[in-house]
T-cell receptor, first 113, second 111 residues
Framework: NAGVTQTPKFQVLKTGQSMTLQCAQD?????MYWYRQDPGMGLRLIYY???????DKGEVPNGYNVSRLNKREFSLRLESAAPSQTSVYFC????????????FGPGTRLTVT | QQQVKQSPQSLIVQKGGISIINCAYE??????FPWYQQFPGKGPALLIA?????SEKKEGRFTISFNKSAKQFSLHIMDSQPGDSATYFC??????????FGAGTRLTVKP
C-alpha cells in the first residue's frame, strides 16, 4: 500500500518548456488535488478532481492543465513553463466526504530557469 | 488575500515546554479545521482536526482550541519534544473541495 506516489521527484526546466507531473493513489479515493507550496505562502490549490471524469479550478489555476486519467491517476501539465512556476508541487487524495483529511504525496521540486 | 492567517512564522521552544500556534479565518462557510505536520522533504500529514461546533479536541499531547465567535483556532503541543520539530500548517476546509492553508509555522524544539 504505497498511498500517494508522484513522479518525478525533481525536475529542472527552461522557460517555455512543457512537462507533465504524474500522481497516483491506491486508496480508492474519489477526490484528488494538486497544490503548490511556496515559502511563506503555505499550500495553494491549483486544481482538484472530485471524481473520475471531473476537474475544477482551485485558487491558482493559471498556467496549468490537469487530466483525471482514471480513478487512480491525476496529472498536472505545464504547457509553457515560467520562472514563477518554480515551486514544490504536491498531489493529494481524500474520500469524497472528508475534504479535510487529505493524504499527500512526497512532492515534486520543480525549478524553471 | 490569504483566507487563513497563521502566526508565528517560526517558534523555538525548550524540550518539555508548550508550543502554541494560532490561526484566524474569515469565511464562515468553512466546516472543518485541520492541522497538518510536515517534515523536511516530505508531504504534509494530517495531525488533528476539529469541527466548528466543538470548542476543544485533544489527541495525546496535541490539543486544538476553537473559538467560533472570534473565528480563531490554535494548536497546543504539550511537553514538546525534539521529534516535534517540523513545520505546522493550519487549514480550513469546506464541502466543495476547497481547503485553504495558513502560511505555516516552523517549530524547533531544543533539547
Amino acid at each position: 500500500n504505497a498511498g500517494v506516489t508522484q513522479t518525478p521527484k525533481f525536475q529542472v526546466l527552461k522557460t517555455g518548456q512543457s512537462m507533465t507531473l504524474q500522481c497516483a493513489q491506491d486508496m480508492n479515493h474519489n477526490s484528488m488535488y494538486w497544490y503548490r507550496q511556496d515559502p511563506g505562502m503555505g499550500l495553494r490549490l491549483i486544481y482538484y478532481s472530485a471524481s473520475e471524469g471531473t476537474t475544477d479550478k482551485g485558487e491558482v489555476p493559471n498556467g496549468y492543465n490537469v487530466s483525471r486519467l482514471n480513478k487512480r491517476e491525476f496529472s498536472l501539465r505545464l504547457e509553457s513553463a515560467a520562472p514563477s512556476q518554480t515551486s514544490v508541487y504536491f498531489c493529494a487524495s481524500s474520500e469524497e466526504a472528508l475534504v479535510y483529511e487529505q493524504y499527500f504525496g512526497p512532492g515534486t521540486r520543480l525549478t524553471v530557469t | 488575500q490569504q483566507q487563513v492567517k497563521q502566526s508565528p512564522q517560526s517558534l523555538i521552544v525548550q524540550k518539555g515546554g508548550i508550543s502554541i500556534i494560532n490561526c484566524a479565518y474569515e469565511n464562515t462557510a468553512f466546516d472543518y479545521f485541520p492541522w497538518y505536520q510536515q517534515f523536511p522533504g516530505k508531504g504534509p500529514a494530517l495531525l488533528i482536526a476539529i469541527r466548528p461546533d466543538v470548542s476543544e479536541k485533544k489527541e495525546g499531547r496535541f490539543t486544538i482550541s476553537f473559538n467560533k465567535s472570534a473565528k480563531q483556532f490554535s494548536l497546543h503541543i504539550m511537553d514538546s519534544q525534539p521529534g516535534d520539530s517540523a513545520t505546522y500548517f493550519c487549514a480550513a476546509s469546506s464541502r466543495n473541495n476547497d481547503m485553504r492553508f495558513g502560511a505555516g509555522t516552523r517549530l524547533t524544539v531544543k533539547p
